[in-house]
């Protein structure tokens, strides 16, 4: 669990650093250098935040239900939804990079009349939304740090009377 935390406060601050240090600089070049170099690490690094956060998450949830007939896995959800939306907009920076890279092999006399590819203030703009997202999945991390845990791991009820606390329904919520 702290790996997973760590990576994903690497995430988010890797991108503040961004923001803050590389940014504000306004040369162009160093600016898709700092972030095409960055985009290669976290393309990893999220993989791992997603991998061990889901063995977190089915380690800690008894069952599928679990996720909305608990504060925590219903917080819990919260968190996987706002990753999700992250990722997607991590997803959209490095298109953009790659966009940019391959702009840049072009040899110049081809690149005269063609559309230009993404601006350094939209990677801005983007990078921006991602921090935030990021910013409150840690806001979520610490809140389930603070949620009370399904009963399965609290002691309240043992693998066999789960059945109990949570019934399957195809329709209904399958809580009690």
Sequence with gaps: MMLHILLTASWAGGLMALLLVVFPGGDPGEIWTAVSRFSRVMTVTAGLVVASGLLILVKLLANFNALWCTS???????????VALALCFGLANNRMVASHRREEELPAFSRVGRRSGPTVAALRRMIIIEAVL????????????ETQLPPLFNGRALPGDVQNVVE???FGSGCQ
């Design 168 to 170: 399957p329904g195809l």
């Design 72 to 82: 925590y896995g219903v917080v819990a959800g919260f968190k996987v939804s706002t």
């Design 134 to 145: 990021l910013l409150t999945v840690l806001v979520l991390a610490a809140v389930l740090g």
